[in-house]
């Protein structure tokens, strides 16, 4: 259980930063929390997009045929 209980913690370190404002510190947590959000709703529903999906769309941003994000599937 002490192996464990280190390993965790030191896992748990690897993810926590020095801040240098609590603005910064506030963001980091909101997007940690939103990652975490989505992999739970990943591992729910199965639904998701690629890396090229997700980089054909915005390839498009910016030019006169730019698309609409794609729709998420299983």
Do not use: I
């Not at 280190?6 to 748990?12: A, L």
């Not at 980091?28 to 639904?47: I, M, N, P, R, T």
């Not at 054909?56 to 794609?70: D, F």
């Amino acid at each position: 259980m002490t192996a464990v209980f280190k390993s965790d913690e030191k896992q748990e370190n690897t993810l926590r930063r020095h801040y240098e404002t609590e603005a910064e510190k506030v963001f980091y947590e909101s997007f940690l929390q939103d990652a975490l959000d989505a992999w739970e709703a990943y591992q729910k529903d199965g639904l998701h997009l690629t890396l090229d999906e997700v980089c054909q769309w915005l390839n498009t941003w910016g030019t006169e045929k730019e698309g609409s994000m794609p729709k998420c599937h299983k």
